[in-house]
């Protein structure tokens, strides 16, 4: 993360808490944009919701003891505050007002934390895994029974696939469920096995000790061989109470929902992490690095051959730009070669060198890092190229 200039510590603010640079920052909000765009395409209402709450507020309270976490606390006048260490509390305070009914059931409320903290233990803490601020998408989804959550948690599992496989994130996926509820669905979690096509970690537990009957955790394991939650969904049969959240059935009587709490990356921070570890993998097996070409800061870069080729490579610049395209422009007075080595350190997808054939044809020399090839391409082509990839 230091060495791509993505990400560095910050001495003077408290650990787990870092410094975005501009190639850091624009990944981090490329993927939340992402995910946003696909969590309301799902039909998700966007929220925004307060980072901090009163430790004394009684359904809170209640859910603290349910789900201890570590946290910062801010004191404001007489009272102690904590930060949030998720959406959940917000949404469900949120909820608590609607006047809601069956038929606008299932109902979906996301938000995208920036930030949700956890005060974590300072031994506890390694770079983007495991940090004290975290970005965290956390979608809520309100459903009138076991048959409605079941379908919305298997719908949710497959987001959380589709996420992870279209960033070739590896991963491993433990499902932990409370024994009877087990009992009563064993062919639906075979399902879910049969779905990934290899074996799941299950997990099952006698007493609900939680206030989830069944949740799963798709894990990325890292080059040390740890294994890092990534998306996660859980069945919630306990918060609607502890919130006070009803809905009005069609006999016109209250009733209670059940809850799905859902993130489907988990911490944008540590998608970021996965993504770097990957790349790590990368380098051991010999291949070249590189980010998914949609998230390279840098998607080509202009190389010329000497300051002949500097206006049309301007031009070439401004028309890359025009398609849409993430290009830049290296005019500094090195040579070529030192140019291409610095591009290559930078895991840039596409380099084109632009020399006096390439200016006379139109057809810029594109060196492709994901194989190693050179080819004879125009802007537009390259253009095309890298909107295909994308």
């Known amino acids: 993360m230091k060495e791509q200039a993505l990400v560095d510590y910050e001495p003077a603010s408290d650990s787990g808490h870092?410094?975005?640079?501009?190639?850091?920052?624009?990944?981090?909000?490329?993927?939340?944009?992402?995910?946003?765009?696909?969590?309301?395409?799902?039909?998700?209402?966007?929220?925004?919701?307060?980072?901090?709450?009163?430790?004394?507020?009684?359904?809170l309270k209640k859910y603290l003891n349910r789900f201890p976490a570590r946290q910062y606390v801010v004191k404001s006048d007489s009272k102690e505050f904590f930060l949030r260490f998720a959406a959940c509390f917000g949404q469900f305070l949120m909820a608590h007002s609607l006047t809601i009914s069956y038929k606008q059931l299932p109902l979906k409320i996301y938000e995208l934390t920036h930030y949700s903290f956890r005060r974590e233990q300072s031994g506890e803490l390694a770079g983007l895994k495991r940090l004290r601020a975290f970005s965290m998408p956390d979608m809520h989804t309100l459903c009138r029974d076991f048959d409605s959550a079941k379908k919305e948690f298997e719908s949710q599992f497959h987001k959380c696939k589709e996420w992870n496989e279209d960033l070739e994130i590896p991963i491993e996926t433990a499902f932990r469920v409370q024994e009877d509820f087990f009992n009563e669905n064993k062919a639906w979690y075979a399902s879910f096995a049969k779905t990934l096509g290899k074996p799941l970690l299950l997990e099952l537990f006698k007493e609900r000790y939680a206030y989830f009957i069944t949740k799963f955790e798709m894990n990325?394991?890292?080059?040390?061989?740890?294994?890092?939650?990534?998306?996660?969904?859980?069945?919630?049969?306990?918060?609607?109470?502890?919130?006070?959240?009803?809905?009005?059935?069609?006999?016109?009587?209250?009733?209670?929902?059940?809850?799905?709490?859902?993130?489907?990356?988990?911490?944008?921070?540590?998608?970021?992490?996965?993504?770097?570890?990957?790349?790590?993998?990368?380098?051991?097996?010999?291949?070249?690095?590189?980010?998914?070409?949609?998230?390279?800061?840098?998607?080509?870069?202009?190389?010329?051959?000497?300051?002949?080729?500097?206006?049309?490579?301007?031009?070439?610049?401004?028309?890359?730009?025009?398609?849409?395209i993430r290009a830049d422009?290296?005019?500094?007075?090195?040579?070529?070669?030192?140019?291409?080595?610095?591009?290559?350190?930078?895991?840039?997808?596409?380099?084109?060198?632009?020399?006096?054939?390439?200016?006379?044809?139109?057809?810029?020399?594109?060196?492709?890092?994901?194989?190693?090839?050179?080819?004879?391409?125009?802007?537009?082509?390259?253009?095309?190229?890298?909107?295909n990839e994308c």
């Not at 696909?38 to 004394?56: K, L, R, S």
């Not at 890092?228 to 929902?257: A, C, H, M, W, Y």
């Not at 422009?329 to 054939?357: H, S």
């Open 18 to 59: 870092f410094s975005w640079r501009p190639k850091g920052a624009l990944i981090k909000k490329l993927l939340e944009k992402a995910i946003t765009e696909i969590v309301v395409d799902y039909g998700a209402m966007q929220v925004e919701t307060p980072i901090m709450y009163d430790f004394e507020h009684p359904a």
């Open 220 to 324: 990325f394991v890292d080059n040390a061989k740890k294994a890092s939650g990534l998306s996660t969904v859980q069945i919630d049969v306990e918060n609607s109470e502890t919130f006070d959240l009803s809905f009005t059935d069609e006999d016109g009587k209250k009733k209670r929902p059940l809850i799905l709490h859902a993130s489907i990356p988990g911490a944008i921070e540590r998608v970021i992490y996965a993504l770097l570890e990957i790349a790590a993998m990368k380098i051991k097996e010999g291949m070249p690095p590189m980010f998914p070409i949609w998230l390279s800061p840098t998607q080509i870069r202009i190389v010329p051959l000497s300051e002949k080729q500097n206006d049309y490579c301007g031009s070439l610049l401004k028309e890359l730009k025009q398609n849409g």
């Open 329 to 387: 422009y290296d005019d500094r007075n090195e040579t070529m070669q030192k140019k291409v080595r610095d591009a290559e350190k930078e895991w840039i997808p596409f380099i084109a060198v632009v020399g006096e054939r390439e200016e006379a044809s139109g057809k810029l020399s594109i060196r492709i890092r994901k194989n190693a090839k050179n080819e004879s391409l125009s802007a537009n082509e390259i253009s095309l190229l890298i909107k």
